[in-house]
């Protein structure tokens, strides 16, 4: 069965510090999706990436980055210079091919950026 | 082109009233699901749907159900609310592996 770990439940940084949210995944096939979901205090979940298994290049876009590492079963995700507007609780979510599409989502992560 | 519609977007129940929890896309998508969300627990998957007339449980199906009689429209049922049932409700919907989200229904039972 397929399985996503957020370890860190809350992280407090201040205002331009970098932050780095974790993802561990377990799952038997070999070809699945990986996601990351904002979700800030409106409630709405935002798509912020897709990743398929056989696309290990990190990516980047703006202050965001992604860090994919098959060897540790990882999807991390990174903030730049983190802002206000950045706090939200933030899901990393896996989806096996063959399993109808579904996703299984991480506990998620709170992040609260002071000023 | 609207995406995913939920309605209502807040409800409060009293405990064994009933209600269905509507969810709506424009896509054509084949597959639709819904989750709940409940605090520090993420989202769990209740019911989902690969097409019209085919629905099958997720991970918490207890005390709901759902029907899917049209690509479009995949209704989640509660017969008997209960406290538990407290909790943020999500239809999503997909051609593959690219998810449109609706925006949520808060459903209190009290």
């Known amino acids: 069965a397929q399985k996503v770990t957020q370890a860190q439940t809350e992280i407090s940084v201040v205002e331009k510090e970098d932050v780095t949210l974790d993802c561990v995944y377990e799952?038997?096939?070999?070809?699945?999706?990986l996601f990351w979901y904002k979700q800030p205090p409106s409630g709405e979940l935002v798509f912020l990436i897709r990743?398929?298994?056989?696309?290990?290049q990190n990516e980047i876009s703006g202050r965001y980055s992604w860090n994919f590492q098959k060897s540790t079963s990882s999807f991390n995700f990174t903030i730049t210079a983190s802002q206000v507007v950045d706090s939200a609780v933030y899901f990393c979510?896996?989806?096996?091919?063959?399993?109808?599409?579904?996703?299984?989502f991480g506990k998620g992560i709170t992040l609260s950026v002071r000023p | 082109n609207a995406g995913v519609t939920q309605t209502p977007k807040f409800r409060i129940l009293k405990i064994g009233q009933s209600m269905t929890l509507q969810c709506t896309q424009d896509?054509?998508?084949?597959?639709m699901y819904w989750y709940r969300q409940d605090p520090g627990m993420g989202l769990k998957l209740i019911y989902y749907?690969?097409?019209?007339?085919?629905?099958d449980k997720g991970e918490v199906p207890n005390g709901y159900n759902v029907s899917r009689s049209t690509t479009e429209d995949f209704p989640l049922r509660l017969e008997l609310a209960a406290p538990s049932q407290t909790s943020v409700y999500f239809c999503?919907?997909?051609?593959?592996?690219?998810?449109?989200f609706g925006s949520g229904t808060r459903l209190t039972v009290v």
């Open positions: 979510a896996l989806s096996e091919t063959g399993a109808n599409s579904k996703l299984t």
């Open positions: 999503a919907s997909t051609p593959d592996y690219g998810y449109t």
């Open positions: 749907s690969v097409g019209a007339g085919i629905t």
């Open positions: 990743r398929n298994s056989f696309d290990e």
């Open positions: 799952t038997r096939d070999t070809t699945y999706y």
């Open positions: 896509m054509n998508h084949n597959y």
